[in-house]
Protein backbone atom coordinates (compact mmCIF):
# COMPACT_ATOMS: atom_id res chain seq x y z
CA UNK A 1 0.00 0.00 0.00
CA UNK A 2 2.66 2.54 1.06
CA UNK A 3 4.71 2.09 -2.80
CA UNK A 4 1.48 3.03 -4.43
CA UNK A 5 0.49 6.06 -2.26
CA UNK A 6 4.06 6.90 -3.26
CA UNK A 7 3.41 6.01 -6.44
CA UNK A 8 0.72 8.11 -6.73
CA UNK A 9 2.54 11.01 -5.62
CA UNK A 10 5.25 10.71 -8.16
CA UNK A 11 2.12 11.06 -10.25
CA UNK A 12 1.02 14.25 -9.34
CA UNK A 13 4.58 15.36 -9.23
CA UNK A 14 5.23 14.19 -12.30
CA UNK A 15 1.80 15.89 -14.36
CA UNK A 16 2.55 19.16 -12.01
CA UNK A 17 6.54 19.31 -13.59
CA UNK A 18 4.61 19.00 -16.77
CA UNK A 19 2.69 22.03 -17.14
CA UNK A 20 0.52 23.94 -14.33
CA UNK A 21 -2.76 22.17 -15.00
CA UNK A 22 -2.40 18.79 -16.53
CA UNK A 23 -5.88 16.67 -15.79
CA UNK A 24 -7.21 13.05 -16.24
CA UNK A 25 -10.76 12.40 -15.70
CA UNK A 26 -10.89 8.65 -15.56
CA UNK A 27 -10.71 5.45 -13.49
CA UNK A 28 -6.90 5.28 -13.20
CA UNK A 29 -4.87 2.02 -11.86
CA UNK A 30 -1.46 2.75 -11.27
CA UNK A 31 0.97 0.06 -10.83
CA UNK A 32 4.48 0.13 -9.69
CA UNK A 33 7.15 -1.90 -10.95
CA UNK A 34 10.53 -2.42 -9.27
CA UNK A 35 13.20 0.25 -9.86
CA UNK A 36 15.91 -0.94 -11.94
CA UNK A 37 19.25 -0.90 -9.97
CA UNK A 38 20.55 2.91 -9.11
CA UNK A 39 17.25 4.38 -10.03
CA UNK A 40 15.32 6.28 -7.41
CA UNK A 41 12.16 6.66 -9.67
CA UNK A 42 10.16 3.60 -9.57
CA UNK A 43 8.50 2.50 -13.29
CA UNK A 44 4.75 3.43 -13.08
CA UNK A 45 2.00 1.65 -15.50
CA UNK A 46 -1.30 3.41 -14.85
CA UNK A 47 -4.56 2.62 -16.62
CA UNK A 48 -7.36 4.86 -17.13
CA UNK A 49 -10.87 4.04 -18.41
CA UNK A 50 -13.18 6.63 -19.46
CA UNK A 51 -16.74 6.89 -19.54
CA UNK A 52 -18.88 8.63 -22.46
CA UNK A 53 -19.57 11.32 -19.69
CA UNK A 54 -16.63 11.35 -18.08
CA UNK A 55 -13.68 10.30 -20.62
CA UNK A 56 -9.77 10.47 -20.41
CA UNK A 57 -8.83 14.10 -20.61
CA UNK A 58 -5.04 14.83 -20.77
CA UNK A 59 -4.71 18.90 -21.19
CA UNK A 60 -1.16 20.54 -22.09
CA UNK A 61 -0.25 24.17 -20.99
CA UNK A 62 2.79 25.96 -21.28
CA UNK A 63 2.49 29.13 -18.94
CA UNK A 64 -0.55 29.72 -19.11
CA UNK A 65 -1.36 29.09 -22.60
CA UNK A 66 -3.11 25.86 -23.46
CA UNK A 67 -1.31 23.75 -26.11
CA UNK A 68 -3.43 20.90 -26.37
CA UNK A 69 -6.43 18.80 -25.02
CA UNK A 70 -6.40 15.54 -25.68
CA UNK A 71 -9.60 13.14 -24.78
CA UNK A 72 -10.03 9.55 -25.49
CA UNK A 73 -11.66 6.32 -24.30
CA UNK A 74 -9.26 4.94 -22.42
CA UNK A 75 -5.42 4.76 -21.91
CA UNK A 76 -2.11 2.94 -20.57
CA UNK A 77 0.70 5.33 -19.49
CA UNK A 78 4.14 4.20 -18.47
CA UNK A 79 6.06 6.36 -16.32
CA UNK A 80 10.01 6.29 -16.50
CA UNK A 81 11.12 9.30 -14.44
CA UNK A 82 9.42 13.31 -13.54
CA UNK A 83 10.10 14.07 -17.25
CA UNK A 84 10.18 10.54 -19.02
CA UNK A 85 6.11 9.70 -19.45
CA UNK A 86 4.74 7.65 -22.55
CA UNK A 87 1.18 7.36 -22.81
CA UNK A 88 -1.27 5.12 -25.49
CA UNK A 89 -4.79 6.83 -25.49
CA UNK A 90 -7.56 4.80 -27.87
CA UNK A 91 -10.54 6.20 -29.42
CA UNK A 92 -8.94 9.87 -29.31
CA UNK A 93 -9.73 13.31 -30.34
CA UNK A 94 -7.16 16.00 -29.50
CA UNK A 95 -7.55 19.93 -30.39
CA UNK A 96 -4.17 22.13 -30.58
CA UNK A 97 -4.14 25.76 -29.64
CA UNK A 98 -2.32 28.27 -31.59
CA UNK A 99 -1.23 31.21 -29.89
CA UNK A 100 -2.86 33.55 -32.88
CA UNK A 101 -6.06 31.76 -31.57
CA UNK A 102 -6.53 29.64 -34.36
CA UNK A 103 -6.80 25.47 -33.28
CA UNK A 104 -6.33 22.24 -35.52
CA UNK A 105 -8.79 19.31 -34.66
CA UNK A 106 -8.10 15.65 -35.48
CA UNK A 107 -9.21 12.43 -34.55
CA UNK A 108 -7.98 8.94 -34.85
CA UNK A 109 -8.18 5.25 -33.02
CA UNK A 110 -4.38 6.23 -31.34
CA UNK A 111 -2.49 8.31 -29.56
CA UNK A 112 0.53 8.86 -28.38
CA UNK A 113 2.06 11.35 -26.15
CA UNK A 114 5.65 11.34 -25.25
CA UNK A 115 7.25 13.74 -23.02
CA UNK A 116 10.21 13.06 -23.02
CA UNK A 117 10.27 13.69 -27.00
CA UNK A 118 7.91 16.35 -26.68
CA UNK A 119 5.89 14.45 -29.39
CA UNK A 120 2.09 13.77 -29.89
CA UNK A 121 1.67 10.84 -32.45
CA UNK A 122 -2.05 10.22 -33.98
CA UNK A 123 -1.94 7.38 -35.72
CA UNK A 124 -4.69 4.33 -37.73
CA UNK A 125 -5.95 6.72 -39.89
CA UNK A 126 -6.38 10.27 -39.11
CA UNK A 127 -8.79 12.98 -39.71
CA UNK A 128 -8.14 16.83 -39.02
CA UNK A 129 -9.43 20.04 -39.85
CA UNK A 130 -8.38 23.35 -38.62
CA UNK A 131 -10.19 26.59 -37.86
CA UNK A 132 -9.12 28.03 -40.86
CA UNK A 133 -11.46 25.57 -42.97
CA UNK A 134 -7.72 23.54 -44.26
CA UNK A 135 -8.59 19.24 -43.66
CA UNK A 136 -6.04 16.38 -44.16
CA UNK A 137 -6.35 12.69 -44.22
CA UNK A 138 -3.51 10.30 -43.45
CA UNK A 139 -2.30 7.15 -41.37
CA UNK A 140 -0.43 9.06 -39.36
CA UNK A 141 0.88 12.41 -38.37
CA UNK A 142 2.92 12.99 -35.77
CA UNK A 143 3.11 16.95 -33.93
CA UNK A 144 6.58 18.07 -32.50
CA UNK A 145 6.07 20.80 -29.98
CA UNK A 146 9.54 21.93 -29.74
CA UNK A 147 9.34 23.08 -33.62
CA UNK A 148 5.06 23.41 -33.81
CA UNK A 149 5.76 21.14 -36.95
CA UNK A 150 3.43 18.28 -38.02
CA UNK A 151 4.82 15.56 -40.60
CA UNK A 152 1.81 13.34 -41.94
CA UNK A 153 2.98 10.09 -43.48
CA UNK A 154 0.96 7.48 -45.55
CA UNK A 155 -2.41 8.48 -47.71
CA UNK A 156 -2.05 11.82 -47.47
CA UNK A 157 -4.73 14.19 -49.02
CA UNK A 158 -5.14 17.73 -47.81
CA UNK A 159 -7.96 19.89 -48.55
CA UNK A 160 -8.17 23.65 -49.19
CA UNK A 161 -11.39 25.70 -47.99
CA UNK A 162 -12.27 26.26 -51.82
CA UNK A 163 -12.09 22.42 -52.51
CA UNK A 164 -8.31 22.75 -53.86
CA UNK A 165 -6.59 19.19 -52.85
CA UNK A 166 -2.87 17.63 -52.97
CA UNK A 167 -2.04 14.21 -52.17
CA UNK A 168 0.85 12.54 -51.74
CA UNK A 169 2.93 9.79 -49.18
CA UNK A 170 3.87 12.40 -46.86
CA UNK A 171 3.49 16.16 -45.54
CA UNK A 172 5.01 18.57 -43.59
CA UNK A 173 3.11 21.81 -41.90
CA UNK A 174 2.90 24.04 -39.10
CA UNK A 175 0.20 23.49 -36.95
CA UNK A 176 -2.18 26.34 -38.35
CA UNK A 177 -1.74 24.34 -41.94
CA UNK A 178 -0.64 27.57 -43.43
CA UNK A 179 2.41 26.32 -44.60
CA UNK A 180 1.62 22.83 -46.04
CA UNK A 181 4.58 20.80 -48.31
CA UNK A 182 3.35 17.80 -49.89
CA UNK A 183 5.49 14.82 -51.55
Do not use: W
Not at 112 to 136: K, N
Not at 154 to 172: D, I, K, M, Q, Y
Amino acid sequence: MTRLCTGALFVVILLTACSSQNTQTAQSNATATPAASGTTFPKLRIQSKGSASQPVRIVQQVGNRKVYELIARSSDSTLQSQTNSKGVFHQTHITFFNSDGSTLSGAAPIATIDTATETVTLQGGVHAHSSDGVAFDCDQVQYDRRSGQLLGTGNVHVVNPSGEALTGSSFRSDLRLAHVHVE
